[in-house]
């Protein structure tokens, strides 16, 4: 008893781990995995399109052992416009980065899971994403085949799990719909083109000021 409780008090600084995770699944009825807190150190992310009661995408970065993850309703996008909200839910295990298949009818989740975007991720000038994440705001940069380039998460003011999930502005960004309206997020850092060349204005302002003296 006494040797549970020292255990207990030596892991009480890691992560939360994958109770919830575990709690919500009947791993004899489910083809996920169980998993455990893995102490591996790489950044790995995954993006799942999951096809539950409503279709939402999962959101997930590999950081202290478990892959923290959200539940993205209308998925990521590359337009830094468009903020996404990401619902965090529970930890799962770093086992689920390859995790594709179908939940059966009522189990949680139930559903078809495909892996929409995998890769690994960077985190510039960042030690701790987990420190990070407690205080609300990780920057990151994803170099996934959809998802490349500098993300941010940022936590809602007063709200323990809603996210917003936001491009950053970099050559990865894009417009989400080609229209004029929306193509100036790439283009708004051009200086704007002088309608004729630089020597002809300079002339006709003289020839202005001649004419015209008012
Ligand atoms: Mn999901």
Redesign the pocket.
């Known amino acids: 008893m006494a040797r549970r409780l020292l255990l207990f008090s030596l892991y009480r600084g890691l992560p939360k781990g994958l109770s919830a995770y575990q709690r919500k699944r009947n791993f004899n009825r489910t083809p996920e995995p169980e998993g455990r807190v893995e102490t591996t150190r790489t950044h790995r992310f995954v993006v ?1 399109e ?1 096809h ?1 009661s409503h279709l ?1 995408y ?1 959101f997930r970065l590999e950081m202290g052992g478990v892959l923290k993850s959200w ?1 993205v309703p209308k998925g990521p996008s590359l337009d830094p416009r468009q903020k996404r909200l990401a619902v965090m ?1 529970e930890d799962h295990p770093v086992e689920y980065l390859r995790f594709r298949g179908h939940i059966e009818e009522g189990n949680y ?1 139930a559903g078809d ?1 495909a892996i929409w975007d995998v890769g690994r991720y960077e985190l510039p000038g960042i030690d701790d994403p987990v420190r990070q994440l407690e205080a609300g705001k990780l920057s990151i940069v994803l170099r996934g085949k959809k998802l490349r380039g500098e993300f941010h998460l940022v936590r809602l003011e007063g709200r323990a799990r809603q996210w917003l999930l936001i491009k950053g502005i970099d050559e990865f960004a894009e417009a989400a719909q080609k229209n004029a309206a929306t193509t100036r997020v790439v283009t708004k850092d051009r200086p704007p083109r002088p309608s004729q060349p630089v020597h002809q204005r300079s002339r006709s302002r003289k020839v202005n000021n001649i004419v015209s003296p008012s």
Request: charged share 10%.
């Open positions: 799942h999951h539950a939402h999962d539940a839910v989740g899971v």
